[in-house]
């Protein structure tokens, strides 16, 4: 069974910096992309960074570019999310979610994406 689980966020002051990771067990990880999603207070859940285009490229929502970095170490069969200079808007519950690569590209969206982790909350004090 596929299983994707999220850790890393927590409480920190604007400005700070937090490293999320998202640990996969139950796929062929090379077979896969994941991607991060956030989803905050009143709001839809949105795509925050991914592996896009068969993972030739990456993905970052217009807010968190210059900021966040998504990183893999294959080995571990984790992915990572890199986050500075933290803001409070950034404040949310953050997924991973993945789906399997096809011989269509795909993006950032989550509709897009069959598996997906419980979440880990960040938040982000002003």
């Known amino acids: 069974e596929v299983q994707l689980v999220e850790s890393g966020g927590g409480l920190v002051q604007a400005g700070g910096s937090l490293r999320l990771s998202c640990a996969a067990s139950?796929?062929?990880?090379?077979?896969?992309?994941i991607g991060w999603f956030r989803r905050a207070p009143g709001k839809e859940r949105e795509g925050v960074s991914c592996?896009?285009?068969?993972?030739?490229?990456?993905y970052y929502e217009d807010s968190v570019k210059g900021r966040f970095t998504i990183s893999s170490d294959n080995a571990k069969n984790t992915v990572y999310l890199q986050m500075n200079s933290l803001k409070p808007e950034d404040t949310a519950v953050y997924y991973c979610?993945?789906?399997?690569?096809?011989?269509?590209?795909?993006?950032?969206?989550?509709?897009?994406?069959?598996?997906w982790g419980q979440g880990t909350q960040v938040t982000v004090s002003s």
């Open positions: 979610a993945a789906l399997r690569i096809g011989i269509n590209t795909h993006y950032c969206t989550p509709y897009e994406y069959d598996y």
């Open positions: 139950g796929l062929t990880f090379d077979d896969y992309a």
């Open positions: 592996f896009i285009s068969n993972d030739r490229d990456t």
